[in-house]
């Protein structure tokens, strides 16, 4: 009974979700089914984890990553959202901008840095561009999915008293869209997260996440060092996506409470 | 970024440009940069520099002809393909040079490969393709009768490779400081060479470049920058505990104690252009430049 | 003020094409309340959609106040017969009821105060702060009623507006429906599967045959005094005519082309 | 003919701006930024000078695009499949999502090339590490999509599939999957083009072909038209793979882009 | 065969909460068909959800032949009220009416002619092929109403199941409702807001009273013979059950907890 009444905490199920696979881990190196050369024991890696937290260096390239991915990410909700709509609902912008956006789509921003590194003077400004032009395609995506899935009925209701196209958007069309928009901001945020660090450190700089790791790449145990940062990484990525699915919860409770698994 | 601050030419110095922002690599090869940064060599010039860690030369110099670096340090090899390419870098300053057993090629502990000659048909680790470890390791292939085509060379991490090799998944890794020392001691892995003898002994490695347009905009700065790591490279060059000590500030896999212990190379306080030529000449030999280049036409002063 | 004239609409193309109206021609003055009675699936929604300009027809042209229908028009509300989906989840029931509103150019409270009257008279005072899935069928039903009465629209079109109450409910909302439309002269196009209510209601009913509708049937109501759920039903000419409406619906239905009035 | 001219004035926008470009280029004049006519031509030295019994693909065309592409797909479908039938189990199953969605949140914003160790520790190197980090690096946006699709099926559905005592597969196969599928296409599509995104990281360690190898190699050699031949490469092969998508999306969803629409 | 003991239940909790079932205790025998009316929003659906295991009373229980109903009970088939919802627009008519025979072990022919047998028997052969968005709203009913009847459950709960189709059709509903029931032994509960309706289907018919909803009636329907729309709803009993429901109905809406039996 206990029992149950626990596995109903989350937290607390993904921290033995979570301690089941350390011990998987660490089990792998210890019988030697991995050499802890070839990838490091799951103790060293969270013992180092938790040395990182107390290195000012490694705080302060923390701090600094998370301003550009929360820059990033808000200009990547006021370009994309727009977007989507005037793509989802003007087929006619959407008919001539398909190639050139299906074209653009899958070319890894990753690839664009030496090209980004020409074109761009400042470091924290190529950083921004290069998340919002990656973080733009989710939220896109889901947007122009979304307004496909709008109830007509809903549409035409407010169209029958006479509202226009641009009050149809807002009123009808955005709301019911906005869960679709919120997943894509999801998945959004974890690629912006990645991008950040990506370019910082493919392209170098003073501080961020990335250039840690450039900083720790000349060491022989670097390895270790890039695992317990990518395990901050992860740590990162929970606690925003988390704060996005409460506030999600309590923006769209319209349509979990009509949807739900009960 | 580098291309902001014009700043006023009417300072004490008559220096055009006093900010300078240089990528430098956390590896020993950039010593002479934090030194003189450190003992205010820089700021004695008056000269404000900013160094911003890049990953490899070639990003680095990306970011120099695109404008977000004034100055970069890079290695040769780099520098002449890119002037291949067309892009005009000026080296201004000479920062290292290679020493016996500085750049080994190494096996596992239990290898089968007991000379280069046994390396054909087999896989190489290098650090990055088309560079000085490809150029060096093949210059050793070839006193032993083979060529690059003979064996697979695959592109990692310096610090991947003791595991590649203990996997099994190379044959062979170019290596250096510090992970020479660490794959030894980790996996006892074994010296199959020292890729610097013979057409690559005392092969220079590592300066500093800027722009052609940069230096010829900011003549008085450029030599300003130049006495500066002059002043550094002498003391890199005669005080080995000045470099030990500098080592771990900047890179955070370099302690004290493996800074003691490791192979360096040298720090030469001179820009030699017959030295430069050697690069050049043998990236030539090996095809991986189409013609030839006058390393002197890429040479700034010779203060050094 | 409506003028429909050889109204046709096919729905899809090729062997599965549908041909849901067969040329309407209707006319219904200023003021006037008309229902349309017919059999299921004849093409009742479908005349009414082409009416609110939500829907191209295929053919012919609907007129109002002398201009062809495009668009929606100006000052037109509708009450669809799927009132669950047309209902906005997002919104309380009384910011539902009072968003078009503001197409009145109402301000905030005005708009809340006209909400609340419209509930309360469709019998859900104190639903107002409640969303819409947390109402039954029949209150969703009143709330869409209650938006559509709200707004005082100079042409109100209701797809069986009142299927979904119980019997009591929907006698004062037929009496609801008969003072608003006296107060603010209405328009009012209403389908009903009711006969008798069709009769109650309306000053004529139109009777349309199963697909492609056409109209078999367009009775003039003329009942004596103010209609009352008691008097009125029992009245002679309430019975003739509710039994004529009758015959017409059932007898097209069993020879279809030959009924007619 | 007509559809022929109805495709050309939809891809009017294409030639514009390759017209632009080609005149800014040749007017800045810097090497980072190679005309597109350079550009073409170095595509075409790179892929297209091969001898003619191979429909002139050059060696390195042969070798690389099919390695890539394959890959890639082999990936984009791994991950696909493991996706839906994971994010429908987490989306369906509260216990299994509480185990679950912690794990699912860190991993996905763990940048892939960090990881890169731990897939090639697993896998060495080859094919098999590149296909396990392209899942790995694309399965996020159908997990989740597929999740939330999953979690928020409307209710009276899976009431009305529950009362007529429909069996766990039917219900999965007939109404949570069928409801899910407009937000598991969405995350399809964005895991297309993330698929190449991360056929080329995964093609940049310890690899010795590939699109994202020659990309690198270009990168190596300082041959810069050569690099945005291979990003253009990149574009054409994602546009490519995107209308094949859609084309399977559009039988798919046939439904509810129908059931969806207004006049 | 089911037996409803003292069964609450409120929506919501803190101030917002909805007390909508006040403990109702019903049961019906098998075979029987209980008609259900009751003003709107009083808790009928609600009702109807706790029988059919969709929702768990927050009081009180419902047994099924013997057993506490926990989750869905087997062989049981609901019409909804809210039909448009309750079909899959992703399949064909034919489908969403066949899915559900998968657990009778039919093979697809059978449940095709099942399926096609049981359109037709609501008007709607040759709509099969089609999708539910393709059909008016009364054809969407009565497609539910086919699948539910195609079924052939043991226990059928119906919420207004006629209410979107015009009258001649609802009468043929309401006929072949009571032949299928004849010929399959089912037990029926539904709902109905049309009291000539309830009186006519019904075995028995039960009064529901405003939220929270209580019995307030339970009348036995014990008329001669078959029924026969023309015959029995002439029967001097129904006329008098009839008013006796519709007392009922509108009497407690007014004095609420006065009124019974
Ligand atoms: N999800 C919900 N949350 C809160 N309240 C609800 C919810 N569903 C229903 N209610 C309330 O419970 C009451 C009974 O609802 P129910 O749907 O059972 O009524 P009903 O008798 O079926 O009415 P109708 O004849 O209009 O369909 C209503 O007052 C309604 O507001
Ligand atoms: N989107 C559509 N596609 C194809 N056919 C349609 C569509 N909508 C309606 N129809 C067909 O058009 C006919 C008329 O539909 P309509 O909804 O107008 O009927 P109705 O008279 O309102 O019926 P009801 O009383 O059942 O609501 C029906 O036979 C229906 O199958
Ligand atoms: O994002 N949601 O669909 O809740
Ligand atoms: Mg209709
Ligand atoms: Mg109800």
Redesign the pocket.
Known sequence: MIGRRLLDSKPLCGALGAAGLFCVLEATGRTGLISPIVFPLASTVLGRAVELATDADFLLDVVSTLGAWALGLLLTVVIAVPAGFVLGTLPRAETALRPILEFLRPIPSLALIPLALALFSDKFDMKITLIVYAATWPVLMNTLYGLKDVDPLAKETLRSFGFGPLSVLWRVSLPSTAPFVATGVRLASAIALIVAISVELLAGGSDGIGVFLIEVGGSPDAMVYIIATAIWAGVIGLVSDSLFVLAERRIFRWHTARTEVV | GGSDAKTDTANASGLEKTKITIGALPIPDSAALYIANKRGFFKKEGLTVDIQVVQGGAQAQQGLFGGSLDATQTNYVSTFLAASAGNKPKIISDLYQATPNSFNLMVAKDSSIKSPADLKGKKIAVNSLRNIGTLSVTSVLKTHGLTDKDVEFLEFPFPDMAGKLEQGVVDAAWMTEPHLTAVQKNIGAQKLADTMVDSTADFPIAGVIVTEDFANKNPKTVAAFQRAVAEAQKISASDRKAVEEILPTYTKGIDAATAAVITLGTFPTSLDATRLQRVADLMLEQGMLKSKIEAKSLLLGNSG | MLEISNLTHT??SGPSA?N?LGGIDLTVAEGELVCIV?P????????LRSIAGLLRPTGGQVVLNGSPVEQTPDNLAVVF?DYSRSLFPWMSVADNVSLPLRRKGMDKKQRKEAALEALEQVGLEGAGAKYPWQLSGGMQQRVSIARALAYRPALLLM??PFGSVDAQTREELEDLTLRVRGHHNMTIVL?T?DIDESVYVGDRVVV?SK?P?GIVGDLRVDLPGPRDQITTREHPDFVHLRAEVGRLVRGMRSQPASASQ | MNRVLRAAGRLWAVPVVLVVWELVTRAAEDLSFPPPTTIAASMYEMWLTGPAERLWLTEAALENIPASVGRLLAGWLLAGVIGIALGIAMGRLPLLFRFLDPLVQFARAIPPPMLLPFFMALFAIGPRMQINVIVFGIIWPVLINAGEGARLVDRQHLDTARVFGLSRGQRLFQIILPSAMPKIFAGLRVSLSLALILMVISELVGSTDGIGFQLLDAQRSYDLPGVWGTIVVLGVLGYVLNSAFLAAERRVLSWHRAAKQTT
């Open positions: 729905y899809g549908h849901a017919g299921s699936g004849c093409g009742k929604s479908t005349l017969q797809d069986e389908i599967h349309l697909a509708a």
